[in-house]
């Protein structure tokens, strides 16, 4: 089976988890996507939900399937986010922000009851750092804020290039809040929590890319079938 066949496998069984009148997180991602266009024909055919999306090409999304939408300013809580991301351990603790979303998907993600993670089960694995950790910086005094990432790597026991991400246009990538991504390409990250909070402490990193305590199920779509796995 395809890839894009198992993200949506893992966003129908997400779906199931949605009941009428709930208000949703709506993640970024070609696996979020499988989850809102599901989730259009569900309100096409009746159901009530209101949804917040994490990013601009998320809420263009849910316009085209025809889900409602809301803001965090109309409405400060929701019962349950669905997101995809790019690698989950054992631990639930995620790297995401591949598509540049992190800041509001862990917004909203902080402002859920739940948030269910829907991926394909090549995303799971044994220690988070394979994918190049997102950062989401302020472009003033980089290489000072750069300069305070690497210490913080040190730190933590981890080292590894930093990129300031591009477009496919060859132009810097800028994010829907205004900002940079800097990826460090750390290939191990041993202690996670740890990293996330000495990131959290540096004034240019405007949010990084590490959800720890956030995923509340991970629902993991592979050849074998659907797991789902609760965060221990
Ligand atoms: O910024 C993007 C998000 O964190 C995505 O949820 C993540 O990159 C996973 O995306 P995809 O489902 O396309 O692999």
């Known amino acids: 089976m395809d890839m894009d ?4 496998q893992a966003a129908a ?32 055919a009746g159901m009530k939900v209101i949804g917040v999306p994490t990013s601009e090409a998320t809420r263009a999304d849910a316009i085209r ?14 019962d349950l986010t669905i997101d995809g991301a790019d690698e989950i351990d054992p631990a639930l603790n995620l790297i995401k922000g591949g598509g ?3 800041l509001r998907e862990k917004i909203v993600a902080a402002a859920s009851d739940r948030m269910i993670v829907i991926a394909d089960d090549s995303k799971w694995v044994d220690v988070l750092g394979r994918f190049p950790l997102p950062v989401e910086v302020i472009p003033f005094g ?14 933590a026991g981890v080292s590894g290039e930093m990129l300031i991400r591009k477009g496919k246009d060859g132009h810097v ?8 991504i800097v990826d ?8 996670p929590p740890r990293l996330a909070g000495l990131l959290s402490a540096i004034p240019g990193v405007v949010e990084h890319g590490l959800f720890i305590g956030l995923g509340s199920v991970a629902v993991l779509a592979g050849a074998q079938g659907i797991q789902v796995v609760e965060r221990p």
């Open 13 to 44: 069984r997400a779906l199931e988890e949605v009941r009428d009148g709930m208000k949703l997180g709506l993640g970024t991602g070609s696996t979020a996507k499988h989850f809102v266009e599901l989730l259009g024909e569900k309100v096409r």
């Open 184 to 191: 460090a390409h750390l290939g191990r990250i041993g202690d």
């Open 65 to 78: 399937c025809g889900v409602p939408l809301t803001t965090l300013d109309e409405i400060d809580h929701l």
């Open 173 to 180: 990538f800028v994010t829907d809040g205004g900002h940079w």
């Open 142 to 155: 980089l290489a000072a804020t750069q300069a305070a990432m690497a210490r913080a790597f040190s730190e």
């Open 5 to 8: 066949a198992l993200k949506r």
């Open 100 to 102: 540049g979303a992190l």
